[in-house]
T-cell receptor, first 116, second 114 residues
Framework: EAGVVQSPRYKIIEKKQPVAFWCNPI?????LYWYLQNLGQGPELLIR????????DSQLPKDRFSAERLKGVDSTLKIQPAELGDSAVYLC??????????????FGPGTRLTVL | AQSVTQLGSHVSVSEGALVLLRCNYS??????LFWYVQYPNQGLQLLLK??????LVKGINGFEAEFKKSETSFHLTKPSAHMSDAAEYFC????????????FGTGTKLQVIP
């Protein structure tokens, strides 16, 4: 079974430029997450999708960040314009959420963004 | 709201020695607890999880953790460290029932000395 796929793995851009990250979750997983991981920190949730619906985007900086999950499968996270402080690893995860389940999340390898 | 505290951002052990990574949680109700491992330039991989039932949980790669409600702890152990165990380890907590947000600790970087 293929795991969570993310691309690109690394991205270097100059500040004020746009950038986009792509995620393909595990087949059949209804819930998709985007996390931000700063150096030396644990992942912090940016947005969660249940199928096509963004059900928790309270931590997403909406002035510059946007996300979409068309058809409830792949997802794209965009930053426009990027700032120096956006340098971090962006992790995508997916899970099959069910009543009584433990919400075990499966993570992709992440995209390491460097903003110069 | 739930939270986790990982004691020690860096832990060093000799190869073959006991590994002990500490995690304390805060939760208003009995939680689900997780340990994840992250190797360099990779995503997080689930080591083990506690949901209900037996408080001693066995995971992959010889790791185990014990849920101690009285101490609000979920420490991760391995009897004998291997060089391949060098990685960063994250403790995480969520409430129970359907979807609940998972909150991660700040991580503990494990160094294994040959």
């Amino acid at each position: 079974e293929a795991g969570v796929v993310q691309s690109p793995r690394y991205k270097i851009i100059e500040k004020k430029q746009p950038v986009a990250f792509w995620c393909n979750p595990i087949s059949g997983h209804n819930t998709l997450y985007w996390y931000l991981q700063n150096l030396g920190q644990g992942p912090e949730l940016l947005i969660r999708y249940e199928n096509e619906e963004a059900v928790d985007d309270s931590q997403l900086p909406k002035d510059r960040f946007s996300a979409e999950r068309l058809k409830g499968v792949d997802s794209t996270l965009k930053i426009q314009p990027a700032e120096l402080g956006d340098s971090a690893v962006y992790l995508c995860a997916s899970s099959l959420v069910s009543a009584g389940g433990s919400n075990e999340q499966f993570f992709g390898p992440g995209t390491r963004l460097t903003v110069l | 709201a739930q939270s986790v505290t990982q004691l020690g951002s860096h832990v060093s052990v000799s190869e073959g020695a006991l590994v002990l990574l500490r995690c304390n949680y805060s939760s208003s109700v009995p939680p689900y607890l997780f340990w994840y491992v992250q190797y360099p330039n990779q995503g997080l991989q689930l080591l083990l999880k506690y949901t209900t039932g037996a408080t001693l949980v066995k995971g992959i790669n010889g790791f185990e953790a014990e849920f101690k409600k009285s101490e609000t702890s979920f420490h991760l152990t391995k009897p004998s460290a291997h060089m391949s165990d060098a990685a960063e380890y994250f403790c995480a907590v969520s409430l129970t029932g359907g979807y609940q947000k998972v909150t991660f600790g700040t991580g503990t970087k494990l160094q294994v000395i040959p």
